[in-house]
């Protein structure tokens, strides 16, 4: 199976940051790679797909980049609504699909 | 826009057998060129990936969990369901379905709660 690892697992932030997160990969997963948003009791929100493709309705601020073993996600300038853990999967090698462990953004 | 939700016990007895059923709204899953998928996540922690099939019900799971697991669907009823066998207390999650782009989860369903306890 191919391991994703996320860095930081948690990360304190203020409104108006530029936060960016990764997500590194045990082996290349070329650019299969999709970043979810997820809020306390929700299920999971689709961002990005394919490493840098934002999903309709996605606010601007969010952006992905990378290929291969490493990559990020970044919101531009964070805002109230975007406190939650962000998860990366990988669609590259299945079965199975494998996800990041998370990274929990709070308030600093 | 495709919308689905999860059905099914919320209690499971250890050894037995978890059921849940997706129903899906907003497209037709025989014409659809998706695949249809379950996730899960225990409380307080990450995702897991537990199998997808195809409405044509070609099936792909996880390894970890095949030898206990079988996802089907029902067209006719634009629904599909997953079975869960001999669970035991690790089995605790959050059970979410989801429309599997084949590539990336799309859509999801709120989850569902299912508790493995005699």
């Known amino acids: 199976d191919i391991q994703m690892t996320q860095s930081p697992s948690s990360l304190s932030v203020s409104v108006g940051d530029r936060v960016t997160i990764t997500c590194r990969a045990s082996q290349s997963v070329s650019s299969y790679l999709n970043w979810y948003q997820q809020k306390p009791g929700k299920a999971p929100k689709l961002l990005i797909y394919g490493a840098s493709n934002l999903q309709s309705g996605v606010p601007s601020r969010f952006s992905g980049s990378g290929s291969g073993t490493d990559f990020s996600l970044s919101i531009s300038s964070l805002q109230p609504e975007d406190f939650a853990t962000y998860y990366c999967q990988q669609s590259y090698s299945s079965p199975p699909y494998t996800f990041g462990q998370g990274t929990k953004l709070e308030s600093k | 826009q495709v919308q689905m939700q999860e059905s099914g016990p919320g209690l499971v007895k250890p050894s037995e057998t978890l059921s849940l059923t997706c129903n899906v709204s907003g497209d037709s899953m025989s014409s659809s060129s998706y695949y249809w998928g379950w996730i899960r996540q225990p409380p307080g922690q990450g995702l897991e990936w537990i199998g997808s099939?195809?409405?044509?019900?070609?099936?792909s799971y996880n390894p970890s969990l095949k030898s206990r697991v079988t996802i089907s669907v029902d067209t006719s009823k634009n629904q599909f369901s997953l079975e869960l066998r001999s669970v035991t207390a690790a089995d605790r999650a959050v059970y979410y379905c989801?429309?599997?782009?084949?590539?990336?989860?799309?859509?999801w369903g709120q989850g569902i709660l299912v508790t493995v306890s005699s």
């Open positions: 989801a429309c599997d782009f084949a590539y990336y989860f799309a859509f």
């Open positions: 099939i195809f409405y044509s019900g070609s099936t």
